[in-house]
């Protein structure tokens, strides 16, 4: 079942192929909600495994359009977990300081420790994709991110981090509804800018964007799985799915007790 959604093979497809409606995987709403609560309830616990062993890391990324739902899904996936354990790294336009270095520089800087999981929303894949789409550097810098991209996850990778990509994919028609969502109620306001109408112009080349990139950068070492996203319910049940398996294979184990505790009394 975790698995349904992971892209396989490194051959081109189009995403307009996949789709974008959760409701075609799952009839009942709340059956699916029923399911995604207990998977919440079991992160939490074996997040705490994960911490108390210390030792692997697991790194969870997002990417989505505007209104994709990146900020929803972690406000809903991880919620109630530890936030000692969490990290979430939101990656914004670089600064000057970020722009002087590589492009993996600050992504590199906040991966992971032993112990911990790391919740990117945005990434290094913003580097070939709105980079792309507007051409901020020219191909012959972007294209060979690609293999960059990859040798970089594969370095995390053999240092004892799991990485799981997740690609939220929605509709044109579900990120217009989004829009008008929050340009109709004051109190979303703040999570509405022209800059994203701006964009929404440009969607067809996001869509080529992210196909060639989804293409090129799933490894099985970083595979990427494109979420049915229209519907939030299927979303969060579909992630935390694959979390979960994820974690199990993991299998963090507490660590044994440094001495024999046996005799220990607590006065
Ligand atoms: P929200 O969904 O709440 O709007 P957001 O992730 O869109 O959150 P914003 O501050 O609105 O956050 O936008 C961040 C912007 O930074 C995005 O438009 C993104 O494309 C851009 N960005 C991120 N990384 C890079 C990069 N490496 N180069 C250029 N632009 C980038
Ligand atoms: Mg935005």
Do not use: C
Not at 178 to 205: G, I, M, T
Not at 235 to 242: C, F, K, Q, Y
């Amino acid at each position: 079942m975790s698995e349904l959604h992971k892209l396989e093979g490194k051959r081109p497809f189009s995403l307009t192929q996949l789709p974008t409606e959760g409701k075609l995987y799952h009839y009942d709403r709340d059956v699916a909600e029923e399911e995604f609560k207990a998977l919440r309830k079991e992160l939490r616990e074996w997040q705490t495994r994960l911490y108390a062993e210390g030792k692997q890391k697991l790194l969870v990324v997002l990417q989505a359009m505007d209104a994709g739902g990146k900020d929803g899904t972690i406000r809903s996936v991880f919620q109630g977990v530890n936030p000692q354990g969490v990290r979430v790294h939101s990656f914004k336009v670089p600064s000057k300081e970020e722009l002087d270095h590589d492009f993996l520089w600050r992504i590199h800087k906040v991966v992971p420790g032993k112990g911990m999981m790391g919740v990117f929303n945005r990434s290094h894949y913003e580097d070939v994709l709105v980079v792309r789409v507007h051409d901020i550097v020219p191909e012959a810098v972007w294209r060979p991110r690609y293999e960059q991209i990859n040798q970089f996850e594969k370095l995390l990778h053999d240092t004892g981090t799991r990485i799981l990509k997740f690609y939220l994919h929605i509709s044109k028609k579900e990120q217009k509804a989004r829009f008008q969502a929050r340009l109709d109620d004051p109190s979303k306001h703040w999570k509405f800018s022209l800059e994203d109408v701006e964009k929404r112009k440009y969607w067809d080349d996001y869509m080529a964007a992210y196909e060639e990139m989804l293409e090129k950068t799933t490894t099985p070492w970083a595979p990427w799985y494109v979420i049915p996203s229209d519907q939030k319910w299927y979303r969060n049940l579909a992630i935390s799915r694959v979390i979960m398996a994820t974690i199990k294979e993991m299998n963090p184990l507490y660590p044994s007790a440094e001495g024999d505790f046996g005799d220990v009394v607590i006065e």
